[in-house]
């Protein structure tokens, strides 16, 4: 017997009972939409993280004064003043693996234009961050190495300052006061969105390092700075830059062996192995909950394939008697147990990546439906199909034709 | 003329439990090519359980049987099925026809094992039907026929692979006499054309139709008459 012919039979059965198919496939169809929503909504949040990760810049290891480990009376990290702008230009001669380096000073300020105020934060930055972090201006220009020497007193506004401050105006070459001092802007700079923190990074005015260090800082320590953002030559070097700079360090502040470092470094690998790591076990919790509502569902079917090859016995019976072998019956309702699975699958499909539509436009949550969730889910549900068909398909195939045949 | 069928000391013993019953005490007879036989005999005197081996849907315990030539005591379920798809038909006392299921597809059925193409079925039961007496009727669902057209329709589905024998268990049974009637005729007329029919039956009337009787009593054949 040719496959169409068994495919036409399977779907005559199946249309004879639509309601009670329709019930059987629920099981199968909630299973595959839930599955391929969850999976939607999962990759979109890890494409959402890895976005922010990325919007750190690529390489980076971060340096800051202090100590992680929490030893007896010391201060918690960041809050001692023991790195230097010198420190950052030892690292940058010194350390072959390192590419870039910036000392950045970090401090809440009101900046004013005009009778408009806005409270940000105010970043001294070497010009080398914003390549470290791919941070270009979208109009004027970014801070240069003369506005560095000199202690120019110019800035560069995030988005969201820029807006805050002059609306559809275009403040490039205007006059903004920070801690009373005029400053000019002299860019703003590209839309970077959140960190993976959940900050807004476009909330930050930018000056020189010099200048922030001079001219904004009360310290007493001029020369200090409150972090240094290193990018290594490549992510092989990463490890090594970080020992290269832990060693360095440890020799200008003079950490001997045993002694705790005054200060600490955060390799961004690290941030993005936590990340992944955490979509791993996202993805195995939904594989879990995949495997049980399609468990769930087979057994459904299971049972109604049961009920169906009792009803049909006596069908059964004739088919046997005018010619139908055991494997006919069998891969008859097989064929009508995977026919069921498969509908039931492609139903939930399309409502599962309907579904997760529908969520990331009310949550304006990007989702991501890949080609991959959907053929996995497809061939998933012709899986269970198989497997939770053959054993009633197996009772129908196993029926005595005469007794079959006597079956009221 | 050729032998279409040979029984030699057919036993067929049924087991239940620790019970045992033979259905079947040596059962011997031929069946020529273009006869009509009448089984006969009383309730339980074995005669389901002959047809049942002839339509090779049982086996016999002991005995040979030669279908067409062929031995089939010893096959399995599969050549079995093999040999009711090509060399028998078959006419129930119940129709046995798939509910919900135009005519024509219920005839269609047995090439459909055969594995015919759809044009040639779709022909060949149309062509049957018709020998039956069906026109019209190819596309009524069997639940729209009557008992007689739905016998008529059984015994299209029994003709249409060519047979080299239709074993019919007692056709005439769920019908009225005048209907019955009306079935022999249609056996007869196709008994004239060649075909090989071989039918219980309880009603003398109805197994007078036929050109020989064999009579049960207990599983063995006590009377054999021709004419
Ligand atoms: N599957 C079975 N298991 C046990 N005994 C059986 C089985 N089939 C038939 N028999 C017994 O074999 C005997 C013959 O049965 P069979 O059906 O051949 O009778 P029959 O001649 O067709 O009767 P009827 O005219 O009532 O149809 C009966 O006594 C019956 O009880
Ligand atoms: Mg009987």
Redesign the pocket.
């Known amino acids: 017997m040719d496959f169409l012919q068994t495919f036409k039979i399977a779907l005559r059965a199946l249309r004879t009972n639509k309601m009670r198919s329709f019930l059987t496939m629920l099981g199968i169809i909630i299973g595959i939409a839930a599955v391929i929503a969850m999976m939607a909504v999962g990759s979109g949040a890890s494409y959402v993280i890895s976005q922010q990760i990325a919007s750190i810049g690529s390489n980076i290891i971060l340096v800051i004064p202090g100590s992680t480990t929490s030893g007896g009376l010391r201060m918690g990290s960041g809050g001692s003043q023991t790195l230097t702008s010198d420190d950052v230009r030892a690292v940058m001669a010194e350390c072959p693996s390192v590419l870039r380096a910036s000392g950045t000073t970090r401090s809440t300020s009101q900046v004013v234009y005009g009778n408009m105020n806005w409270s940000t934060i105010v970043m001294g930055a070497a010009p080398e961050l914003f390549d470290i972090r791919e941070w270009p201006v979208v109009s004027g220009r970014s801070i240069g190495q003369q506005d560095m020497e000199g202690g120019a007193k110019v800035c560069l506004l995030g988005q969201t300052v820029a807006e805050n401050l002059f609306g559809g105006d275009d403040p490039v070459g205007k006059m903004v006061r920070i801690k009373k001092i005029p400053f000019t802007v002299i860019g703003v700079l590209e839309r970077k969105g959140q960190s993976p923190q959940g900050t807004d990074q476009d909330d930050t005015v930018f000056v020189p390092l010099r200048t922030a260090q001079v001219k904004l800082s009360r310290s007493s320590f001029p020369n200090s700075i409150g972090a240094m953002i290193v990018q290594a030559r490549s992510e092989q070097l990463l490890d090594k830059a970080e020992e290269e700079i832990k060693n360095l360090l440890n020799q200008r502040h003079r950490i001997t062996a045993g002694k705790e470092p005054d200060f600490s470094t955060r390799n961004l690998s690290e941030i993005l192995a936590v990340a992944e790591q955490s979509s791993k076990a996202m993805s195995l919790l939904l594989g879990a909950v995949a495997s049980i509502s399609l468990i769930v569902g087979g057994i459904g079917i299971m049972n109604i394939m049961l009920v169906s090859v009792t009803e049909r016995t006596r069908e059964i019976g004739i088919r046997m008697a005018i010619g139908a072998r055991r494997n006919d019956i069998l891969l008859q309702f097989m064929t009508e147990a995977v026919l069921l699975t498969l509908i039931g699958g492609l139903i939930g499909i399309c409502l599962g990546a309907g579904g997760a539509l529908i969520v990331s436009h009310i949550l304006e949550w990007p989702t991501l439906i890949s080609i991959e969730s959907i053929t996995i889910a497809f061939f998933f549900s012709g899986a269970v199909g198989i497997f939770f068909g053959f054993y009633p398909a197996r009772k129908a195939a196993g029926l005595n034709p005469i007794d079959a045949l006597r079956y009221e | 003329m050729s032998t279409v069928i040979s029984l030699s000391d057919i036993r067929r013993v049924?087991i239940?439990g620790d019970q045992q019953?033979e259905?079947l005490k040596g059962v011997s007879f031929s069946i020529e090519s273009g006869e009509f036989v009448a089984i006969m005999?009383a309730?339980?005197?074995?005669?389901?359980?002959?047809m049942n081996i002839l339509g090779c849907l049982d086996r016999p315990t002991s005995g040979d049987y030669l279908l067409d030539g062929l031995g089939v005591a010893n096959m399995n379920q599969d050549q079995l099925a093999e040999i009711r798809n090509r060399k028998l038909g078959f006419v129930f006392q119940g129709f046995n026809l798939l509910a919900r299921t135009p005519a024509v597809e219920n005839v269609e059925l047995p090439l459909v094992y055969a594995g015919r193409s759809s044009r040639e079925r779709r022909a060949r039961a149309m062509a049957a039907l018709e020998q039956v007496g069906l026109q019209g009727k190819e596309y009524n669902h069997t639940s729209q026929l009557s008992g007689g057209q739905q016998q008529r329709v059984a015994i299209a589905r029994a003709l249409v692979n060519d047979p080299a024998v239709i074993l019919a268990d007692e056709p005439t049974g769920n019908l009225d006499s005048t209907t019955s009637d009306e079935i022999m005729n249609l056996f007869t007329s196709l008994n004239r054309q060649g075909i090989t029919i071989i039918m219980?039956t309880?009603e003398a009337d109805v197994a007078a139709y036929a050109g020989r009787r064999i009579t049960?009593r207990d599983g063995r054949i006590i009377d054999d008459t021709r004419g």
């Not at chain 2, 309730?43 to 002959?50: A, D, E, I, N």
């Open positions: 049924f239940m019953f259905a005999g309730s339980g005197s074995g005669k389901s359980t002959c219980v309880h049960f």
